[in-house]
């Protein structure tokens, strides 16, 4: 069974960065599209940011330039920075390929 482990959230102070990383195992992840989801309280869950097999990028509108997603092939690793960090960033970060979704990863932007 497929398995996605996000990794990396924490406190963060505003305009501070974040890197998170999302581990899969178990299936050809590298053949696959990965895409980061948040959830805050209270909201629906969103899309973050996706990269297909192929590199090519999308992210939601109102995080261009300030996000970034990337994914190392041979670590079996997708990578999403964060950067400029707001307290509206403050979410429970998933990571999601294909139908198998991680655990979620804690993101707080507080002083």
């Known amino acids: 069974q497929a398995q996605l482990v996000e990794s990396g959230g924490g406190l963060v102070q505003p305009g501070g960065s974040l890197r998170l990383s999302c581990a899969g195992s178990?299936?050809?992840?590298?053949?696959?599209?990965v895409a980061w989801y948040r959830q805050a309280p209270r909201k629906q869950r969103e899309l973050v940011a996706q990269?297909?097999?192929?590199?090519?990028?999308t992210y939601a509108n109102s995080l261009k330039g300030r996000f970034i997603i990337s994914r190392d092939n041979a670590k079996n690793t997708v990578n999403l920075e964060m950067n400029s960090l707001k307290p509206e960033d403050t979410a429970v970060y998933y990571c999601?390929?294909?139908?198998?979704w991680g655990q979620g990863t804690q993101v707080t932007v507080s002083s």
């Open positions: 999601n390929a294909g139908a198998d």
């Open positions: 178990g299936f050809a992840f590298r053949r696959l599209s």
């Open positions: 990269i297909s097999l192929t590199g090519v990028t």
